[in-house]
């Protein structure tokens, strides 16, 4: 219960920082660049996610699965602990962006939190925001275990697949951030629903068919 607590506080907190953080790399941004220095902010979550897997693929290597289980799993929670205190030193040493310095002067900058953005932008949360969300952590956290659990590939092996697909996830990033700002959001949004939704199912479904030789998936 604890555990499932600490996951529950830790993504709370992550996703409250998501969208002001977005809105900071934006605001900063030249306006033709918005989109490309936007996208900075899934980079940093994927190198986030890279750098978990890596201490992971180095503890396997390092560590006995008795060993992993009595304490090395407790390692990784150290780390972030440390990284967290990191994290909240630099978040209190920021400066607010010149946009929202002059937004503020002019009595111009937006309130309500929450409420009005449920209330004004609906759809975009729960389109763009949720939908966008379960698919990035579908293929960034979960196929990771459903590499383990459906296909029957060992752990290390799932390990170094999703560190090999992170790595490219990273750099593709500001292509499409470029790409939004050459072509327009819509496009490239547009292209991100609808190829969610027609390919999702044909990419899981030979993935979770697929087993290494000698492993119990495999017939």
Not at 66 to 87: D, E, H, K, S
Not at 158 to 166: N, V
Not at 194 to 211: A, E, N, Q, S, W
Request: hydrophobic content about 45%; some cysteine; glycine content about 12%.
């Amino acid at each position: 219960m604890i555990l499932v607590v600490a996951r529950l506080a830790q993504g709370l907190s992550v996703g409250g920082e998501f969208g002001s953080s977005a809105t900071y790399l934006s605001e900063i941004a030249t306006p033709r660049r918005r989109g490309f220095h936007s996208s900075f902010q899934y980079v940093s979550i994927t190198v986030g996610q890279l750098s978990a897997l890596l201490v992971m693929i180095v503890m396997q290597s390092l560590l006995t699965e008795a060993q992993m289980y009595a304490w090395g799993r407790r390692v990784p929670f150290v780390l972030g602990a440390i990284a967290g205190l990191v994290v909240m030193h630099l978040r209190r040493s920021m400066v607010e962006s010149e946009h929202f310095q002059r937004s503020s002067a002019a009595g111009s900058a937006p309130h309500g939190g929450l409420r009005v953005l449920l209330r004004e932008h609906r759809r975009q949360v729960l389109g763009l925001a949720i939908g966008g969300t379960v698919a990035f952590y579908t293929f960034t956290s979960y196929l990771q275990k459903y590499m383990v659990n459906t296909a029957g590939i060992p752990q290390p092996t799932a390990s170094l697949i999703g560190f090999a697909a992170l790595f490219l996830f990273i750099f593709m990033q500001p292509v499409a951030g470029a790409l939004s700002d050459r072509w327009g959001r819509r496009p490239v949004m547009f292209g991100f629903s609808v190829g969610g939704r027609l390919l999702t199912v044909p990419i899981m479904t030979p993935v979770g068919r697929t087993g290494i030789r000698g492993s119990p998936s495999c017939s």
